[in-house]
């Protein structure tokens, strides 16, 4: 199976800051990483597909980007409705993986 | 716009037989893959499996002895089936449609609502 890891696992932010999530894969997976959002009690919403792709209704403020093992989740003027956790996925085989998370509270 | 809902008994005992069902709203089986993940604090995010419109399966080798996933297009509905359930089957499962991309890519991008499970004597 393949490995996805992220960093931080947690983080603390402002409303208004920008901030960077990081996620590599155990090898590499191409473009096949898509980031998901969740909020307590809630399914993942999809965000980013296919490494920089911004699914329909996400606001511009988030972006992805990266090739291959690392991967890159941006968020820059952070909303208080995007403190959430944060998930990466691999899509290049199955079975598909998802790394463990990074959770992102009100500084 | 597609949305799944889902529903089955979220209390079980060890060694019995777990039994979901998703229904899909809005839109058809054909051109996706259907499918299940589970989350749980020890295990994280997990693919269980998926199944297309011609009934093709796929598994997570580490589930796959235990787990059945079965479409019914005359109803637009899934199902899952986990037995022998222990302990560690524990976790709020998500019925998911996952939305093929330029090869080999693909994303879940709808989900349904979750329903937590519980495993315990």
């Known amino acids: 199976d393949i490995q996805m890891t992220q960093s931080p696992s947690s983080l603390s932010a402002s409303v208004g800051d920008r901030v960077t999530i990081t996620c590599r894969a155990s090898r590499s997976v191409s473009n096949s990483v898509n980031w998901y959002q969740q909020k307590p009690g809630k399914a993942p919403h999809l965000v980013i597909f296919?490494?920089?792709s911004l699914h329909s209704g996400v606001p511009s403020r988030f972006s992805g980007s990266g090739f291959g093992t690392d991967f890159t989740l941006a968020i820059s003027g952070l909303q208080p409705e995007d403190f959430a956790t944060y998930y990466c996925?691999?899509?290049?085989?199955?079975?598909?993986?998802f790394g463990p998370g990074t959770k992102m509270d009100v500084k | 716009q597609v949305q799944l809902q889902q529903w089955g008994a979220g209390l079980k005992k060890p060694s019995e037989t777990l039994s979901l069902t998703c229904a899909v709203y809005?839109?058809?089986?054909?051109?996706?893959?259907w499918g299940w993940i589970r989350q749980s604090p020890g295990r994280g995010l997990e693919w269980i499996g998926e199944v297309n419109d011609s009934g093709d399966t796929n598994y997570n080798p580490s589930l796959k002895s235990r787990v059945t996933i079965l479409v019914k297009k005359s109803t637009n509905q899934l199902s899952l089936k986990v037995i022998s359930l222990t302990d560690a089957d524990t976790a709020v499962y998500y019925c998911?449609?996952?939305?093929?991309?330029?090869?080999?890519?693909?994303?879940?991008?709808?989900w349904g609502q979750g329903t937590p499970v519980t495993v315990s004597a």
């Open positions: 296919s490494a920089s």
């Open positions: 996925q691999q899509s290049y085989t199955s079975p598909f993986t």
């Open positions: 998911a449609r996952r939305w093929p991309l330029v090869k080999p890519s693909s994303c879940f991008d709808t």
């Open positions: 809005g839109g058809t089986f054909t051109n996706h893959y």
